[in-house]
């Protein structure tokens, strides 16, 4: 038999962006420690539903750590306090017989709350249609090593690449700022022969979208690179502030 | 113009103007230090600032960078404020690896900036002010004194107790301020990698300590002579 633990969930229940929200609490019993933090909640909705009332409305897809999808801000931490992992990969392991989970959304003027614990994060895709791509139309898969990378560059650049778009930065950073995002996708390409064509037209355009969007100035807290659950790294930052200034003294 | 309208610009500005105002700080420092070995050099270097036409220039442009970094400060710090939004977590835990000071920065910079208004009045006002005005002698305490008798300043309000206290408490809050201000600045401009990183955060932390301590010694000194 497993080991179960009962639990007190304090959860943001919120009916519409306009609406105002309110801490509702739920008693858990009987999860087990094995279940993932978000089976918990299909439990908790499970519940609720049987009991006809509303279910709980969280994000979610792949529930594998890939698609950025979930999100929740689990007792002060984006992703919860289990280090270098989504929501979805969070054990209920972490925590312990009879604790009070606080669960709420991301808040940030950027990601305003469409309902309960959903955020709307389509201000990130903005981002990426203002400069996130390379424009040129390369065909089929060119052969391996036709165009030699080095190494270090390629590690760097898969490192950048692993930002996921979840969002935890903004909801980590006091500034509400979205640069750690915009700067690990800078990154991915300036770092790449492929896309160092466009880095300074595109580390303009992404970041001037981020300003218009409303996200704060970045004051490097590092609360961002902390909470980040796949460990991006702020020297992207530096790297976009770096990539920014030049090619604003070039212009 | 991009050094306003762009997140990256106004940092840039704060930048900066942050890392001439910590240049100016380790020129105070170094001065400071002069009068513990010997106070008629340190007077020789309050007489070359005085009211003299460079000294103006250079406290003009001092009085600049102040003032943009504090606007700059504040602007940036509304801002951000408001991206932040009016909803706040109901629980708030400090990550790993976050400094103290990082996330108190205006906080230390308006203590910061309390502590100058009292220093520019103590000093500043009976020292260069006093000399642009034409004032050959000013009172300090009981006494009449030449404005441009630095360590007579010096010794007449770090003889008391609750000055230096005060001192030393803006001197801590300046050392937490450096902590942060400098390597961000550094990362801001963007001269930053993951290898500099660790560098320049222990860099950091050495010149915040050494402008500790310069400012420290100085008003301990003059402390402990008094006693004497």
Same mark, same amino acid.
């Given at each position: ?47 609720? !539903? ?6 709980? #409305? ?13 999100? =929740? ?62 424009? #040129? ?11 030699? !990378? ?62 218009? =969007? ?19 790294? !702020? ?17 | ?25 380790? /020129? ?19 007489? /070359? ?17 102040? &003032? ?28 790993? +690896? ?7 920065? /205006?906080?230390? +910079? ?23 005005? +034409? ?27 609750? /000055?230096? &206290? ?47 301590? +310069?400012?420290? &010694? ?11």
């Amino acid at each position: 038999m497993d080991k179960t633990i009962n639990i007190t969930l304090k959860v943001w229940r919120q009916r519409g962006p306009q609406e105002k929200g309110a801490f509702q609490t739920y008693q858990l019993e009987g999860i087990s420690v094995d279940s993932s933090f978000l089976e918990m909640l299909d439990i908790l909705n499970e519940k609720l !539903i049987n009991e006809g009332q509303e279910p709980v #409305v969280f994000d979610h897809d792949c529930r594998e750590g890939i698609c950025g999808m979930c999100s =929740l801000y689990v007792n002060g931490h984006p992703h919860g306090p289990d280090e270098d992992v989504t929501t979805c990969q969070l054990h209920m392991r972490k925590f312990h017989d009879g604790e009070t989970i606080t669960i709420e959304p991301w808040r940030s003027a950027g990601f305003p709350v469409i309902r309960d614990l959903m955020v709307d994060r389509s201000a990130f895709d903005k981002i990426m249609q203002a400069g996130g791509y390379v424009s #040129v139309n390369t065909g089929g898969v060119p052969d391996a090593n036709s165009i030699p !990378i080095p190494k270090p560059d390629a590690d760097e650049a898969m490192e950048s690449a692993s930002c996921i778009g979840c969002g935890a930065c903004v909801a980590a950073c006091k500034n509400g700022s979205a640069m750690l995002f915009v700067s690990a996708k800078v990154s991915q390409f300036a770092l790449l022969p492929q896309g160092r064509v466009e880095a300074a037209r595109r580390a303009k355009a992404m970041l001037a979208k981020m300003d218009e =969007l409303g996200f704060g100035n970045c004051t490097n807290t590092g609360a961002c690179e902390a909470e980040c659950p796949k460990n991006v790294s !702020i020297t992207n930052i530096a790297r976009l502030n770096r990539q920014f200034i030049s090619a604003k003294l070039k212009d | 113009m991009w050094l306003l309208n762009s997140s990256i610009g106004r940092k840039l500005i704060m930048s900066i103007s942050g890392i001439f105002l910590i240049l100016f700080l380790l /020129f105070h420092m170094s001065m400071n230090v002069a009068a513990v070995f010997s106070e008629e050099a340190y007077n020789t270097i309050c007489e /070359f600032l005085g009211a003299n036409w460079y000294a103006v220039v250079g406290t003009l442009v001092l009085a600049a960078g102040f &003032i943009i970094h504090i606007i700059y400060g504040l602007w940036l710090t509304l801002q951000n404020r408001k991206a932040r939004g009016n909803d706040r977590y109901a629980v708030n835990a400090t990550p790993k +690896g976050v400094e103290w000071s990082s996330q108190n920065m /205006f906080v230390l +910079g308006i203590v910061i900036l309390g502590f100058i208004v009292l220093h520019l009045s103590q000093f500043w006002y009976k020292m260069m002010f006093a000399e642009l005005t +034409g004032n050959v002698s000013v009172t300090l305490g009981d006494t009449f004194v030449s404005p441009a008798d630095g360590a007579a300043f010096i010794k007449y309000y770090f003889s008391n107790i609750v /000055f230096v &206290i005060l001192y030393l408490i803006w001197y801590v809050a300046i050392w937490f301020h450096l902590t942060h201000g400098f390597w961000s600045a550094i990362q801001t401009i963007g001269w930053n990698n993951r290898i500099w990183m660790n560098r320049w955060k222990c860099i950091s932390n050495i010149f915040a300590t050494i402008i500790f301590l +310069g400012f420290a &010694i100085v008003t301990i000194t003059f402390y402990i002579k008094s006693l004497a």
